[in-house]
């Protein structure tokens, strides 16, 4: 039981930690209901009562325990850190499907396609590709097509 707890412990810590780095970086929602308030504290009204986990936001200032964060359609407000995630994600943008290649190279196969406002965990960016998991499905896609990645950003996940 201690060694649980202990492992919990570790883990808060680490994921506070993560928050604490400079911004702008990129987080995720952590929980399946967030709310996004005008200002830093719970007596601020709520803006945006997000229900979407792994949603990927930017965030851009941090006060306290709040975050300032931005959304894919460039809504800002304020989160408690707590509802907020160091897990990479991004979403799929665009008009029309888009295709996810095998390796990370326009000149490879295609493995399948993805409709714009899908979410996948990203990792190994390399600045031009990510590769990316939607639920068992994996391979590469352009950065171009996310948000959530910054162009030119290499991830090492």
């Not at 993560?18 to 967030?34: F, N």
């Amino acid at each position: 039981m201690k060694a649980l707890l202990g492992l919990a412990l570790l883990g808060l810590a680490s994921a506070a930690a993560a928050q604490d780095k400079p911004v702008p970086y990129w987080a995720s929602l952590a929980s399946g209901e967030a709310m996004m308030r005008t200002g830093p504290a719970r007596t601020y009204p709520g803006v945006w009562l997000y229900k979407r986990r792994d949603l990927p936001v930017r965030v851009l200032k941090r006060f306290e325990n709040w975050r300032l964060i931005e959304d894919s359609e460039g809504a800002k407000g304020w989160m408690l850190r707590t509802m907020l995630s160091d897990r990479r994600t991004a979403l799929v943008t665009g008009t029309s499907p888009r295709p996810v290649h095998a390796q990370p190279s326009e000149g490879s196969r295609i493995r399948y396609m993805v409709e714009p406002g899908v979410i996948g965990r990203v990792s190994d960016c390399d600045g031009s590709w990510c590769h990316i998991q939607i639920g068992k499905r994996e391979g590469s896609i352009r950065i171009a097509d996310l948000w959530g990645v910054a162009p030119g950003e290499q991830v090492d996940d």
